[in-house]
């Protein structure tokens, strides 16, 4: 249950917060998610690693963040 309320808190922010904090707050948990999830930001970095094979490592590192 847990779970499950924790995602509708998070759907009902995104129907409560002006849009800027939302994107803000948004763009905040998704920050904190790329730095925990270690398995799934290597994932990342290695599919568009392979989507772009000509471009620079930070380059890619930096789309795998959203920057």
Do not use: H, K
């Amino acid at each position: 249950w847990a779970a499950y309320l924790s995602i509708q808190a998070l759907i009902l922010c995104t129907w409560i917060l002006p849009r800027r904090r939302g994107l803000a707050f948004f763009s905040f948990l998704g920050g904190v998610a790329y730095r925990f999830y270690r398995r799934d930001r290597e994932r990342a970095i290695r599919n568009l690693a392979l989507a772009f094979p000509q471009s620079d490592p930070v380059i890619i590192a930096a789309m795998a963040r959203g920057c």
